[in-house]
């Protein structure tokens, strides 16, 4: 069962990415006072908590009446995974929250948009819940670990936001960059064991040993 925690946990983490989002925080909420900071990040996260919450409840009947096998979202959820954890490894996806993250700075609602959606609560995250809490279907125990991984995640995701913005001056781009590659690494290895597991539930290969 821990290794199941720890295995949402990871994924929730990894995809969430709260520490390579913390400059892009920095950046949308520079024209903020700490204390509003602070909100923004408690606001923020909530909502996207909110978010993926709904989509870990849902997820398993919103695969079951669109009769979506979960072989297949797994499979297809590890793809998508996959690419993700490319385009962090390139720095593509930084590149594109910042991107996106400009046009919105000086929004009232910035912890709706864009740091609850899409930065934090983005496709990767929702893709990810819903593979993870499908494939608990069926067992009360294992839903409530996933769900407590995710509130675990987001929890922590509340406060490196909140000891980002009172570390302000000491947060450095290099270092989240190195660290959101090396998550990167642990996701696109997850990511290769969704496809497999896809494979070897559709018969196409045989677990090892």
């Not at 993926?52 to 009446?65: H, T």
Request: glycine content about 6%; hydrophobic content about 55%.
């Amino acid at each position: 069962m821990l290794e199941n925690f720890i295995t949402a946990f990871i994924v929730y983490f990894v995809v969430i990415d709260p520490v390579g989002n913390a400059p892009i925080f920095l950046a949308i909420t520079s024209h903020l006072p700490r204390r509003q900071k602070i909100r923004v990040a408690i606001e923020g996260s909530s909502v996207a908590a909110a978010i993926m919450l709904f989509f870990a409840i849902c997820g398993a009947w919103i695969l079951q009446y669109l009769a979506i096998s979960f072989t297949a979202f797994k499979l297809a959820g590890g793809i998508i995974l996959l690419l993700v954890a490319l385009d962090m490894l390139s720095n593509r996806r930084q590149q594109r929250k910042e991107q996106g993250s400009d046009i919105t700075s000086q929004d009232d609602n910035i912890a709706i948009f864009p740091l609850a959606i899409p930065l934090l609560a983005g496709p990767a995250a929702i893709t990810s819940v819903m593979v993870v809490s499908s494939g608990a279907a069926g067992s009360l125990k294992l839903s409530l670990l996933g769900l407590g991984a995710l509130a675990s995640v987001m929890a922590a995701t509340a406060l490196i936001l909140i000891a980002t913005s009172f570390a302000e001056s000491y947060v450095d781009r290099r270092v989240t960059s190195v660290f959101s590659r090396i998550t990167a690494i642990i996701l696109a290895a997850l990511s290769i064991q969704y496809i497999i597991d896809g494979l070897i539930a559709l018969g196409v290969i045989t677990a090892a040993g």
